[in-house]
């Protein structure tokens, strides 16, 4: 008679983080990696009877460098995530870290954090930013490379527009897809921004998206830096230099609450 061998179960700490309702579970494994499958990431992403985030993040210690994963909540891997990095710099200043200038590497390049207050968290994108015109379904507009891609297009209705039919169209239209940027101007410093994220939908916010939204307004609406980037879930704040190699992303983050799961 053989015996039953019962499956290893791992419990694993997290906090539950959101930066203006762009919501994360956040897993730190810098002292013990973890193989985290697909499978796994949607059931906890499910909102009905899972954690529910748009995206989870990983944190991971790889020599003298800490290492950013993050995985939407289909279970595919993002480059980047503007939010969820600022939300790592909340989890790591609440860690007793000290995040001023503080370096995070990851798949869509190397940022750097700063955290002044939980309503003042800065991510820096030092990196080339790529840009050009691509029409898509016959509307104009701009791809954005922020290490994640990005299409941002004027919608004059914005409000009202149902977004979900041109974010498949997009969404076809790039062989990696695209997030998809609708803006609205409302003053030279001020746009208005609604985001349609690769793998997840449509949310109350997205850093790198509001990033994007930036960069290419200023052509597409005439706006320049600083710019007040106006979401579903609040107000971030867009800076950046002439050639748009060094764009801070600033605004709120805040922590849910800490809890464990078995993996």
Request: charged share 20%; proline share 3%.
């Amino acid at each position: 008679m053989t015996k039953n061998r019962s499956k290893k179960i791992s419990k694993l700490d997290f906090q539950k983080l959101h930066g203006l309702g762009n919501d994360f579970m956040l897993l730190d494994f810098r002292e013990q990696a973890h193989q985290v499958p697909i499978s796994q990431i949607v059931e906890w992403a499910n909102r009905r009877t899972g954690v529910g985030f748009d995206q989870l993040i990983i944190i991971e210690q790889q020599s003298s460098d800490m290492h950013y994963r993050f995985f939407n909540a289909d279970g595919s891997e993002a480059e980047q995530c503007g939010n969820g990095q600022r939300a790592i710099a909340h989890y790591l200043h609440h860690q007793g870290i000290m995040v001023k200038d503080f370096k995070l590497t990851g798949k869509g390049g190397d940022v750097i954090l700063n955290y002044q207050d939980e309503d003042n968290i800065s991510v820096t994108f030092n990196q080339t930013i790529k840009v050009e015109e691509q029409q898509v379904a016959g509307i104009d507009g701009y791809y954005v490379s922020m290490g994640n891609p990005h299409w941002v297009y004027h919608e004059p209705q914005l409000t009202a527009k149902d977004l979900q039919p041109l974010s498949h169209l997009v969404n076809n239209h790039f062989p990696a897809g695209a997030n998809v940027e609708a803006i609205k101007k409302i003053s030279d410093h001020h746009i208005q921004l609604r985001v349609i994220e690769r793998g997840v939908g449509e949310t109350q916010a997205c850093g790198s998206g509001a990033c994007a939204a930036a960069i290419a307004s200023a052509t597409l609406l005439q706006t320049t830096t600083p710019l007040t980037v106006s979401m579903l879930g609040g107000d971030l704040r867009v800076s950046y230099d002439l050639a748009c190699d060094k764009i801070t992303l600033t605004g709120p983050a805040r922590a849910v609450y800490n809890a464990h799961i078995f993996l």
